[in-house]
């Protein structure tokens, strides 16, 4: 802990150990950055920034454990570039090789799946971001729509996908109950490997909180609303 000096009633100057959660308040990530992505532990996998055939608002996000080990998210930060979107993972744990499922609003984005944790705030078609941060606010991992994303169609409306070698394409497989996309599953080609099969059922993520309980969102928006 932290040493500092504080007199006693005799006039003796005694040392006092702060906590470390004193000290251990969580930061508060930008998304303005100049750093390089370290491409480690956690990535953003896939993303549905054109929504889906039934509503442009049925967005989602899915992120992927790619280390050797369980992942603790707590105070990892998700951003968007105009901070729309911020969400800060508290208390959970994402198993080796899960992925975690975000979806926009509501449960109602991917139909045949159940969300990890619900979001708000939209993602742009064009001149867009998002950027994933570690604890400490380092760099993860991103993708920039600079003016355009890199990936992903709109008729029909086909996912954003990772690719083996961190780049990125279209998603090019079949409409999965109405999503042309792989939420929690892997990647149509060229993904790194992963624990989970997508078989048109509820797929266990292997996402939970650290007590066991269901995992719930924990947002910080730079706007005061919680997304």
Request: proline fraction near 4%.
């Amino acid at each position: 802990g932290l040493a500092i000096n504080v007199k006693g009633n005799e006039g003796v100057v005694l040392p006092v150990i702060a906590s470390p959660e004193a000290k251990q308040s969580p930061l508060k990530c930008d998304y303005a950055t100049a750093s390089i992505p370290t491409h480690q532990d956690l990535l953003i996998n896939e993303v549905a920034w054109m929504g889906s055939e039934v509503s442009a608002s049925d967005e989602w996000l899915e992120l992927k454990n790619i280390s050797d080990h369980d992942l603790v998210l707590k105070n990892w930060q998700l951003i968007d570039e105009d901070a729309q979107i911020h969400i800060t993972f508290s208390n959970q744990i994402l198993e080796r090789g899960a992925f975690v499922l975000l979806e926009r609003t509501n449960d109602a984005s991917v139909p045949s799946m159940k969300a990890d944790l619900i979001y708000t705030g939209a993602l742009s078609n064009e001149n867009e971001g998002l950027r994933l941060f570690n604890s400490n606010c380092v760099l993860a991992d991103e993708v920039l729509a600079n003016s355009n994303w890199p990936a992903g169609g709109t008729n029909p409306k086909r996912s954003l996908e990772r690719m083996g070698n961190l780049e990125w394409r279209t998603y090019s497989g079949s409409d999965n109950n109405g999503v042309f996309g792989t939420p929690k599953a892997e990647n149509s080609v060229g993904a790194t490997s992963g624990q989970n099969v997508f078989n048109n059922n509820v797929v266990d993520s292997g996402f939970r909180r650290n007590d066991g309980l269901e995992a719930i969102a924990s947002s910080t928006p730079s706007n005061g609303i919680q997304h």
